[in-house]
């Protein structure tokens, strides 16, 4: 790969002036933007308000030192990728080891070789941009959960046993919709509809891993595990329906028809994991759990509701989530009958 | 030992420029002087590890500015400073400051 020449945006952090202004001078030399802090406090605090490529970090500063900071960074999510070039004198190379071990990238010896400032940001600044360029490549074509997962525990196939919630929507009647409009309409609505759904799902907690026609799959509690996955569903849910409902409203004024979508929700074991090729997977969930979902959501349509869900989804719900039993229902291909449940809309 | 390493100042000169030079020399100027303050009353407070910092600063430009006997003095007073020994600095920190002084003397006369 060919080294980037690209400007970067660059931290120093120095309590010593001198220091500041010799590294802003060279790294603004070699065509960077650069910004300075006094010390690591300061420092976090322009770190969380914009964003930067490269941070230059002293070990040795009042209030807030260079370990310090370093630990701050590993705990923040957001900050935890930026390379850091610890700035050091030639004496303390036992603290720069340290540095080293607490997720520092590399590190550079004051006075400063502006040959070696030069080679150790740029490479720093490489690595940087292809972490962000992988991180976006795998946020399009997978949820920002599955690649922060890919991201932190790398990628591999095979699955494990999990608990989850898994969620089957779907628009209902969508055959007779789709007969009655030009193919330009149904793909611009159906757009619409993945785009307004995406929301309520990852802001959720959930996945979306299927989007099939007019349908899509969603789990929550994994590969992310959050101990309310079952609410943090039927909230998704019911977020969906509102979400719907002002798409409707939109539609009606421009004179198109309303649409209706059902949605099942059912909690339980499932296998997760990359299923696919090294080179093309997806991930999912498979198991009786997902079964279950697919034929309760199945059911709104005959039930006239458009959120159903089962048994031990409805025992991980607060009471103020208000649902309706509908008894136990036997589905085809199934031995045992399942209770099944309306939330209340 | 001369005060200033020529080589070292030649390459820093090069390496910022003629303009920046200047400006660089200026801040040290501006800071020694409140440098050697924190020296002292760290001494004077017992506060070993101010004493190291500060120590550790003034090292650190010496250090750029090819100012070698400073900083070797600075370096000595940093140790004492990290080992906790500040009874023994004695006269030391006195060769400190006319190590300052004559560093500072002679950038002033560098500057273009």
Do not use: W
């Not at chain 1, 977020?239 to 099942?264: A, D, P, S």
């Not at chain 1, 199945?298 to 039930?303: M, Q």
Request: proline share 4%; aromatic share 6%.
């Amino acid at each position: 790969m060919k080294p980037s020449h690209e400007p970067g945006r660059m931290l120093v952090v120095d309590d010593n002036r001198v220091n500041r202004l010799l590294l802003t001078r060279a790294l603004e030399q070699n065509g960077h933007v650069v910004a300075t802090a006094d010390d690591g406090k300061m420092a976090m605090e322009m770190l969380r308000a914009s964003p930067f490529d490269v941070i230059l970090l002293d070990i040795d500063m009042p209030v807030m030192n260079g370990f310090e900071v370093l630990e701050a960074l590993l705990k923040d999510d957001d900050l935890r990728d930026l390379p850091v070039v610890m700035t050091s004198a030639s004496d303390e190379l036992d603290r720069v080891v340290k540095c080293i071990e607490m997720g520092a990238e590399d590190y550079l010896v004051k006075p400063l070789n502006p040959v070696l400032l030069r080679a150790r940001v740029n490479a720093s600044l490489e690595k940087k941009r292809l972490r962000d360029q992988q991180r976006k490549l795998f946020r399009t074509f997978a949820t920002p959960q599955v690649a922060e997962q890919l991201l932190r525990e790398g990628f591999s196939l095979g699955g494990k046993y999990v608990t989850a919630s898994v969620m089957f929507a779907d628009i209902r009647s969508f055959t007779t919709l789709s007969e009655n409009q030009e193919p330009s309409e149904t793909i611009e609505l159906l757009n619409d509809y993945f785009a307004l759904m995406f929301d309520p799902i990852t802001g959720n907690h959930g996945t979306v891993n299927q989007m099939e026609g007019d349908g899509m799959m969603a789990i929550f509690g994994a590969p992310v595990f959050h101990e309310d996955h079952r609410a943090q569903a039927v909230r998704a849910g019911l977020e969906m329906i509102e979400m719907l409902e002002t798409f409707n409203e939109q539609r009606v004024l421009q004179g198109k028809g309303r649409i209706e979508i059902g949605i099942g929700i059912a909690t339980g074991r499932v296998i997760s994991g990359y299923t696919g090729t090294q080179n093309r997977a997806t991930y999912t969930c498979v198991g009786d759990t997902v079964n279950v979902a697919a034929r309760i959501e199945n059911h709104t349509k005959v039930a006239g509701k458009p959120i159903l869900i089962d048994q031990y989804t409805r025992e991980g719900l607060p009471d103020s989530m208000g649902v309706e039993d509908l008894g136990e229902l036997v589905f085809k291909g199934k031995q045992q009958p399942i209770r099944v449940f309306s939330v209340q809309v | 030992m001369p005060v200033i390493d020529q080589k070292i100042f030649a390459d820093l000169k090069q390496m910022s420029g003629e303009e920046f030079i200047n400006e660089l020399i200026e801040t040290f100027l501006d800071d020694a002087p409140n440098l050697l303050t924190e020296v002292r009353s760290a001494l004077g407070s017992k506060d070993a590890d101010s004493f190291r910092r500060a120590a550790h600063s003034l090292k650190s430009n010496a250090m750029t500015f090819g100012a070698m006997k400073l900083a070797d003095l600075a370096k000595d007073l940093e140790r004492l400073g990290k080992e906790n020994r500040l009874a023994q600095v004695g006269d030391q920190l006195t060769a400190l400051e006319e190590a300052v002084k004559s560093a500072c003397e002679e950038l002033k006369g560098l500057k273009s």
